[in-house]
């Protein structure tokens, strides 16, 4: 939450500095290029190889041969990240050619720098997501969920107090990425240390690669890579085309993204994380009733928060957009193009965040190929919405995020459609007075805060932000409270939903 709460933070300033325009554009794509390797090699491909396989060595191998598995990884993971670093501050023109062609003049030349900026943050950030898949599997939670607190502070920093020392001023804040890149990677290092692991590295880039723990984390880092690939490309031609709708159009897909990942981060990242390293123990020790049992927990948890979350964002996307962004340079026009893609993320944020919970059960049997499947028909039907969204029915940036959500929901139910035929998962009794009771509780909560916003004009109290935050505040307060006073009287009580993990 304090991530979640930060980062917030950091998107209100960098929406006032900046507001929505073709440098933020260059800016936003600039930062993608990294950040998607960053989920290849990091928290995509490279996790969902590693924690079950890492899982194992801790469970069956011991510490000895779990420590030198890790310094072997570290070292293969380190050196092929430095390279790629190299390659894209070589390459960044002709890459932000082909991504963003929309972009040009001044843009295309601020894109170009900043992308050779921020490219080493892939370094610092494959690093830190193996620590966090170390510590995650010593179920140290905390240091690994903190982390990025330090890369909005960074921002939040650069935004307020050093903004005005660039000649570009969006400069800045490639500047800031890269700094708090390095602070994450300092925060890992005491923590590692002090459970044992860690990594010694090798000056030898080929060392790693005679390890045969790290030969089958490649081996099934392939589909996993092929997998990550699919979705990330989807991303990738989601930018391309909102390049070409007009400036601003991928900063506003981009703030509406940032709220989205508020609920995501919180429920689906963290409730994922979780279940992972404790999904690979079970299927380690051979005990499926603890793997159907702790994916039973996870989707239950899942629709309890998720929907009303989603619910949540779509009733109350304007004042949401209004009270977080309209300061400074993002004007009203800026916060009426951010809402409709806001709403149309909604439509799909049970999706998203089931995959993250549904995937892990793959992954912790290291069953990366089904994934992959799924991912690749995802990719096709994904951008064959956007030409029906975007383009036949003229929706724009909404249609972006349309696709990219009911794209999610295909996914999520293919997932489970594929742990339901192999006997993976069978679910507990009771799921359809649970969701029956959930429908209800969204269905008040989501009329209260219909009715509640409603009564405000968000962007008359431009002028007055604190108010306008405060009333926002008390919406969200009085209709969570609805929410769980309905599920209150229809029977729900917290201790039907904790669970103590074996």
Not at 219 to 229: D, E, I, N, Q, R
Not at 344 to 364: E, N, T
Not at 398 to 420: E, H, P, Q
Request: proline share 5%; aromatic share 10%; with cysteine.
């Amino acid at each position: 939450m304090l991530s979640r709460i930060t980062g917030l933070l950091r998107d209100t300033l960098f929406a006032r500095a900046f507001g929505a325009n073709d440098y933020t554009d260059a800016f936003n794509i600039a930062f993608r290029l990294p950040n998607l390797l960053r989920r290849l090699f990091g928290e995509g491909a490279f996790s969902q190889a590693f924690v079950p396989i890492l899982a194992e060595y801790k469970t069956k191998q011991g510490e000895a041969a779990t420590k030198t598995l890790v310094d072997h990884v570290a070292t293969t993971l380190v050196w092929a990240t430095l390279v790629t670093s190299i390659v894209g501050i070589a390459g960044a023109p002709l890459i932000l050619l082909v991504i963003a062609g929309g972009l040009e003049g001044h843009a295309f030349d601020a894109g170009v720098v900043m992308t050779r900026l921020m490219f080493p943050y892939i370094l610092c950030m494959s690093f830190v997501v193996l620590a966090g898949a170390i510590l995650n599997a010593w179920r140290e939670f905390k240091i690994p969920a903190f982390t990025p607190v330090l890369w909005n502070l960074s921002s939040i920093f650069f935004s307020l107090f050093l903004v005005q020392y660039f000649d570009v001023p969006i400069y800045s804040m490639a500047v800031a990425v890269m700094v708090g890149g390095l602070l994450q990677v300092g925060l890992q290092i005491p923590a590692l240390k002090r459970i044992g692991m860690l990594p010694r590295l090798s000056f030898n880039p080929l060392a790693g690669l005679r390890d045969p723990g790290v030969r089958r984390i490649l081996k099934k880092m392939g589909p996993a890579v092929f997998a990550v690939s699919a979705a990330q490309i989807s991303l990738l031609i989601n930018t391309s085309i909102a390049s070409r709708l007009g400036a601003g159009s991928v900063s506003v897909l981009q703030y509406a993204d940032r709220l989205m990942e508020f609920p995501t981060g919180m429920l689906g990242v963290a409730l994922g994380t979780i279940l992972l390293p404790s999904l690979s123990k079970a299927n380690a020790e051979g005990d499926t009733a603890e793997y159907s049992a702790l994916l039973d927990w996870g989707l239950r948890l899942t629709f309890l928060l998720a929907l009303p979350a989603a619910v949540g964002l779509a009733a109350l996307a304007q004042p949401l957009i209004a009270a977080l962004f309209n300061y400074g340079a993002f004007s009203a026009d800026n916060v009426a193009s951010a809402t409709a893609p806001l709403m149309a993320y909604a439509a799909g944020l049970l999706g998203i965040i089931l995959v993250k919970i549904l995937a892990p059960a793959f992954y912790a049997r290291q069953d990366i190929r089904t994934p992959v499947r799924i991912a690749v028909g995802v990719l096709f039907a994904t951008q064959a919405m956007n030409g029906v969204f975007v383009f036949l029915l003229g929706m724009g940036v909404a249609g972006l995020a349309l696709s990219i959500g009911l794209g999610a929901c295909i996914n999520a139910a293919f997932l489970y459609k594929g742990l339901r035929r192999r006997g993976i998962y069978a679910p507990y009794a009771g799921w359809l007075p649970f969701l029956l009771k959930v429908v209800v509780a969204v269905a008040a909560m989501g009329a209260a805060a219909w009715f509640a916003q409603a009564q405000f004009d968000w962007a008359a109290l431009r002028s007055h932000p604190i108010l306008r935050l405060a009333t926002l505040v008390a919406i969200i307060g009085a209709s969570a409270a609805v929410y769980f006073a309905v599920l209150l009287a229809l029977g729900f009580r917290p201790r039907h939903f904790m669970r103590r993990a074996k």
